[in-house]
Every structure is written in C-alpha cells, then in structure tokens.
C-alpha cells in the first residue's frame, strides 16, 4: 500500500467526509474507510474500548472528547461554574483512565493513536489531523499480514489480544 495518498485520493477522502454526519468519530471513520483502511468499531474487549481498531495495522484510535477528557487549553474545555470540585475530579479521574488505557494497549503491542474532536470540528485543522492519522496507523513500521479468510481486506475474524478482561 502507498504510503502517501495521490492528489485524487486524497480530495475523494477529504470529499467522504463532507458528509452529513458531522460528529468527530464519523468523520474519522469515513476518511479512514474512504482511504482504503478497514477497522472494527468500539471493541470492547481492549482497555478503553477503542473507538477504531486496525488489526491489520496492530493500531487503536481514540476520538476524545475535549471536555470529558479535560483537553487543557482548548475552548471546549470549561468547567461548569458550579460543582466545580465534582467536575474536576471527574475529568481527573478520566484522565488517569486514558493513561492506564494508554500503558495497557501499549504492553500488550498496540500502536495508540489519541485525536481531540477539536482537531477534528475545527475545518481548518481537520485535513492535516486526518493526513497525520492516516500516516501514522501506516507508516510506524508494525504490520501483520492480511488474514488468508479475508478477500475484500475486511477483517473477518475476532481480533485476538493477548489481554484479558478485567
Ligand atoms: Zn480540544
């Protein structure tokens, strides 16, 4: 596979994602899909349940929220005016999660890719976050090689993980 996408390929993506869909996920999933990758959706079977998962690519990405995962500095990030000990305790609590999430995927041999909506709603971010993504789940130099069921690229079978639930 190309590791850099052709002028064509790249405005058909950016095109996919002018859908009407516009939560940040969506347009995550479409640019992904419309770029020749295949995924599988909110695996509950890895820490945090991984919004996106590339087996082929042995790659997990997560859309975060700015708010419930406390993006410091960004406008979507503010603290309701009352509750304020409730709330920062409960975005820092959050917080902790992604990381322990973050260290278990990684021991266990993911590549985690973590992108703010922010990155995604604001259009002027939105090309450049989806062209850094999709190098990144290519280009970090882990691949598995396609499963020999899967004809069309989809993954057909159950990604294994050498994780237990806990
Ligand atoms: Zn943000």
Same mark, same amino acid.
């Given at each position: 596979?190309?590791?850099? &996408?052709?002028?064509?390929?790249? #405005? /058909?993506?950016? !095109?996919?994602?002018?859908? @009407?869909?516009? @939560?940040?996920? &969506?347009?995550v999933r479409?640019?992904l899909? *419309? #770029?020749?990758l295949r995924y599988r959706v909110n695996n509950r079977k890895l820490p945090g349940s991984p919004d996106i998962v590339l087996k082929k690519y042995k790659t997990v990405v997560f859309?975060?929220?700015?708010?419930?995962?406390?993006?410091?500095?960004?406008?979507?990030? /503010?603290? $309701?005016?009352?509750?304020?000990?409730?709330? /920062?305790?409960?975005? +820092?609590?959050?917080?902790?999660?992604?990381?322990?999430?973050?260290?278990?995927l990684?021991?266990a041999?993911w590549n985690v890719i973590?992108?703010?909506?922010?990155?995604?709603? +604001?259009? !002027?971010?939105?090309? @450049?976050?989806?062209? /850094?993504?999709?190098?990144?789940i290519?280009?970090?130099?882990?691949?598995i $090689?396609?499963?020999? !069921? *899967?004809?069309?690229?989809s993954i !057909?079978a159950e990604p294994s993980v $050498?994780y237990?639930?806990?």
């Open positions: 596979m190309a590791d850099v &996408m052709t002028p064509e390929q790249r #405005s /058909r993506c950016m !095109a996919a994602v002018k859908g @009407k869909d516009t @939560k940040p996920e &969506m347009i479409k640019y899909f *419309s #770029s020749g859309v975060d929220g700015c708010f419930w995962h406390g993006h410091e500095g960004c406008k979507y990030f /503010r603290l $309701p005016k009352t509750n304020v000990d409730f709330w /920062r305790h409960k975005i +820092a609590m959050n917080i902790a999660r992604d990381y322990a999430n973050n260290v278990d990684k021991l041999g973590r992108i703010w909506e922010c990155e995604i709603k +604001a259009k !002027a971010r939105r090309e @450049k976050t989806l062209e /850094r993504l999709y190098r990144n290519t280009n970090h130099g882990y691949t $090689p396609d499963l020999p !069921a *899967s004809s069309d690229g !057909a $050498p237990g639930e806990d």
